[in-house]
């Protein structure tokens, strides 16, 4: 595992921590936190039931990221997306492997050019019902004052799009893959 990819897993298993926190009640604990929020997973994305190729995954989540963010661009016009962390793969402690999509970073706040994120449900909402997601439904409940709205598909993927002074497009997978190498991972 190369550097970046150490950090990577290190910031999401931080994450996790952080947000299992704040659901068992102790968000104050974090209240100050800086670090960017990652979704709990659902039951359904802690299962490897829905799990896919690496090859198939990717490109068809890679084609709801894509989508998602144009959406998002369309809608908050002069708000750019560029990819912040390369695509890599980790191996979670029940044995399952997830894909993680390369994440897509704004360094512009969207909270209130998306009006409190109406403007990001309003866009993105058909984008993830034609792609087999559900609606958003609302924010969630994250520590460190950021905004967050995630949304799950039937095969364990997650998608959250989260925002405090820069935002995120993050979208989580899992795969089918004995040996969990990023290098399964197509180019492109």
Not at 23 to 36: E, N, P, Y
Not at 168 to 183: E, F, G, I
Request: proline share 7%.
């Amino acid at each position: 595992m190369d550097t970046t990819q150490a950090k990577r897993v290190r910031r999401r298993s931080r994450l996790e921590l952080a947000v299992a926190l704040s659901l068992a009640g102790t968000a104050g604990v974090a209240g100050c936190s800086t670090a960017t929020p990652q979704p709990s997973p659902s039951s359904a994305a802690s299962s490897s039931a829905g799990a896919g190729p690496v090859a198939e995954s990717f490109a068809k989540y890679d084609a709801v990221r894509t989508d998602v963010v144009a959406a998002l661009e369309k809608k908050l016009p002069g708000i750019s997306w560029t990819v912040s962390d390369p695509a890599t793969m980790q191996r979670k402690k029940d044995g399952s492997c997830f894909l993680y999509l390369a994440d897509m970073k704004s360094p512009e706040d969207i909270v209130e050019p998306s009006k409190k994120f109406q403007a990001v449900f309003d866009a993105v909402d058909p984008v993830l019902k034609e792609h087999g997601f559900e609606a958003f439904g609302g924010t969630d409940k994250v520590p460190g004052g950021w905004m967050v709205a995630s949304s799950t598909d039937g095969a364990g993927a997650s998608l959250s799009i989260e925002s405090k002074g820069m935002a995120y497009v993050r979208l989580q997978v899992p795969v089918t893959s004995a040996d969990c190498n990023p290098k399964e991972i197509p180019a492109g």
